[in-house]
């Protein structure tokens, strides 16, 4: 697991007008990420989150450019993708993972990569940020994304 090493981003996000864009599949997996941003976004001071449901995670990033484009100053983008027994997963992970970097460089707005994309439910539920993962990826998705936004505030 790759979580060794990863930055303390704790980030103030006050004033920060949010948007978490969460896909529908694995309600386990997803409650806890869910959890995990909306805990982080508590503690950062953002006040404004706008909670919307995706139906899976190919379609996070036309979502995530919606929210973009109407004033939002960060979008986190929560979503799992476990492997099956044909490429249906390499070409979600692909175009999901290509669509939020497209969002994010398109739109100048923070898109926190919360997608996870796991070998099987057992990796999801080890970084779903639920009592016993050893990660919480919704959490460190907000904090990158908030991170970010305190960066970009700083260019002129």
């Known amino acids: 697991m790759a979580g060794h090493g990863a930055?303390?981003?704790?980030?103030?996000?006050?004033?920060?007008?949010?948007?978490?864009?969460a896909s529908s599949w694995h309600t386990q997996v997803m409650d806890g990420l869910i959890a995990g941003a909306q805990a982080a976004l508590a503690e950062a001071h953002v006040s404004d989150v706008t909670l919307v449901r995706a139906p899976g995670s190919f379609e996070l990033p036309i979502l995530c450019q919606a929210y973009?484009?109407?004033g939002f100053d960060a979008v986190?983008?929560?979503?799992?993708?476990?492997?099956?027994?044909?490429?249906?997963?390499?070409?979600?992970?692909?175009?999901a993972t290509d669509g939020?970097?497209?969002?994010?460089l398109d739109s100048g707005?923070?898109?926190?990569?919360?997608?996870?994309t796991c070998d099987d439910e057992a990796q999801a539920l080890d970084?779903?940020?639920?009592?016993?993962?050893?990660?919480?990826?919704g959490r460190e998705a907000v904090e990158a994304a908030l991170s970010a936004w305190n960066v970009l505030r700083t260019v002129s």
């Open 127 to 137: 970084r779903a940020g639920l009592e016993g993962s050893k990660e919480d990826k």
């Open 109 to 116: 707005v923070p898109v926190g990569f919360g997608l996870l």
């Open 7 to 21: 930055p303390a981003l704790a980030a103030d996000g006050t004033g920060a007008r949010v948007a978490i864009v």
């Open 76 to 95: 986190i983008a929560l979503g799992v993708i476990i492997r099956g027994g044909t490429p249906h997963f390499e070409y979600v992970s692909a175009a």
């Open 68 to 70: 973009a484009r109407r």
């Open 100 to 104: 939020l970097s497209r969002v994010a």
